[in-house]
């Protein structure tokens, strides 16, 4: 209880200090469910999936992805887990972390709708070393409930000064009763990325 309780007060400041309204009971609940859980993921051992999809004030949204990583020759598997809430008009907040590698991932970003099927984020991650993100997330209509998910993703790894680039491709599908089919992959493009597969379920409310 003391826990939650001075979560609701760290929100509280956190609001009025960066200006994020955080104003109806509800919104309250769905924020401090969100840190639950990643706070409950980070004390077990510890890039929301990339489309372009905003949440709304006061949604939320969380889910996991089993992932192979392919670099130098070798496979790493990942298991992720991915949250995230609309804070604002076209602007949510995500986080990402992932258990069972060789190496942990840790990270955030800010997205922003920027049209209907188009969105940008910017963020920050540490897997093996830290590195400031940015991407253009595109989301093409198929048929109804199915999206096609590219894009273009960047990494500035800051203790190598080195740019990693991918080229995210993936299908979403709406499965009903707010959850989504996500099976996505990103195509290294550069020396310094690698070669991302993984299949995931995604749950908003």
């Known amino acids: 209880m003391r826990v939650i309780l001075l979560t609701q007060v760290s929100l509280i400041i956190l609001s009025e200090r960066f200006g994020v ?6 919104m309250m609940k769905r924020v401090l469910i969100l840190l639950i859980v990643i706070c409950g993921a980070l004390v077990s051992n510890a890039q929301v999936f990339n489309t372009s999809g905003i949440l709304k004030e006061g949604e939320a949204a969380i889910g996991f992805e089993p992932s192979f990583l392919v670099y130098d020759g070798t496979t790493d598997f990942q298991m992720f887990f991915h949250a995230g809430v609309g804070v604002g008009r076209n602007i949510d907040v995500g986080a990402k972390i992932s258990v069972l590698g060789d190496d942990n991932y840790y990270g955030g970003d800010i997205e922003f709708g920027i049209l209907e099927n188009l969105s940008l984020s910017a963020g920050a991650h540490y897997f093996r070393d830290f590195a ?4 253009a997330n595109v989301s093409i209509p198929l048929v109804a409930g199915t999206k096609l998910i590219t894009g273009l993703d960047i990494d500035y790894i800051v203790d190598h000064s080195t740019m990693a680039v991918w080229l995210p491709l993936g299908i979403r599908v709406n499965i009903g009763n707010g959850w989504s089919l996500i099976m996505e992959s990103e195509i290294e493009l550069t020396n310094d990325a690698y070669h991302y597969f993984g299949v995931g379920m995604a749950y908003g409310f």
């Open 21 to 26: 309204i955080i104003s109806n009971k509800n």
């Open 132 to 135: 400031i993100d940015a991407t």
